[in-house]
């Protein structure tokens, strides 16, 4: 390694070792930075200028040699070599090269550690724009299928036992609802963590006095950070990042996971397209749901990469320490994670076929046993001594092997307008019974979808 290429070889007797090279080295993690880099690195150099540490036309010239950096990586050109440790360092080395020792004058009044602070939190902030955007459209998928199979009904499960019928589009606009709570925990996570580093140095504060909010500002920050020692140090808005992201993952895998059960053949209820499903190497009647098994399969490497910033971030002493380093791969891995993960969910159910006569065809009468208790305490019996009648009924039932609603007439005795009950009791009857709002009646899924509405369009 030409240790006259090191920044800091003025304080070293010697190069680094190679074991130690390979430990330290992170350029092919961060260079994911680099947007973020230029950007940090043209909006501090405005602050110098304006507070006469760089001059106008030098900054210019710094200005265009960034610019050019990023449009030469866009094209794919090769920019770094293996002696780069780092994103900041590779782009102040390649500026340097463009520019000459002008590219040198960027990191006045600057840190790698406030630098990187900024890099990642403004990195953080774009990609949360972006998962915002796909969840999103995720919920307008959802939403347009719950419109489009509105009256579709399908039996609803607690404990993955039958429990009551309901429509399809209600379950359909659980997904819709769950994820705007997704949306609204990024969209908080948006206004908290919004401050920028850039002034704070390497801990103490930079000696150069800059106007710290027009830098941030310029960037799209709403505030500076008000102490330099927990601008530097504190890793929570990754934290945060990374549990909200795992959060997603997990209502998706939740729901992944129903999919799976109901493309079994037991189930019946969907059929994935091939697009996303795969065949078995070696049974050739297999279409598995490989798609939403990834998906739950990615959930938990969501929450370990939550669980590594975790571990990572409790014991490094203040302000900053290397171990924080390790800060990025789980948050890259994670935004690129959830992003595939939110695509292929929303495609895959854009198109899925839904197998409506088998939902209907697997549903038991015994999802009535509720609305019959229901229609004995409109009867005058309470609800207790109701809940046990029904529940001998379907004891019966179940001893002799029928739905409860064939039991013959001797065993309704205890039933006041049997007759008549049982007329009434029809899945369609049930869901009909249950507009209030929330439930999964026809007037309950139409304020659903208004509601929904009036956020997509928010
Ligand atoms: N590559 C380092 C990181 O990502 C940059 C900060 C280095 N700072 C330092 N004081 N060594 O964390």
Known sequence: MNRENKMWSGRFDSTMAKSMAELSFSLDVDKELLEEDIQGSLAHGKGLVEAGVIGKTEYAKIAAGLRSI???AKKGKKLWNAEDEDIHMAVERVLTEKIGNLGKKIHTGRSRNDQVATDFKLYMRHKTIDILDLLSKLQKTVYELAKKHAGRLMPGYTHLQQAQPIQFSHYLMSIFFALERDKKRLSNFLSLHNECPLGSGAMAGSAFSYNRKTVATDLGFADVSANSIDAVSHRDMALEFLSDLSIIGSTLSRY???MVIWSSS???FLTLH??????????????????MELIRGKSGRLIGNFTAMFTLAKGA??????DLQEDKLPVFDSAKTISVCLQVFREALETAKWNFENMEKRMLPALLATDLADLLVEKGIPFRDAHRIVGNLVGIAAKQGVNFTELPDEHWKDIPKAKELRKKLTFAYSVSRRNIEGGTGEKSLEQQLKKAKVILEG
Do not use: C, I, V
């Open 256 to 258: 992944a996971e129903d």
């Open 266 to 268: 037991e189930f019946g």
């Open 274 to 291: 091939d697009k996303f499903s795969s065949g078995s190497s070696m049974m050739p009647q297999k279409k598995n749901p490989d798609s």
């Open 317 to 322: 002493p203040l302000t900053y320490s290397r």
């Open 70 to 72: 990023l449009a030469d």
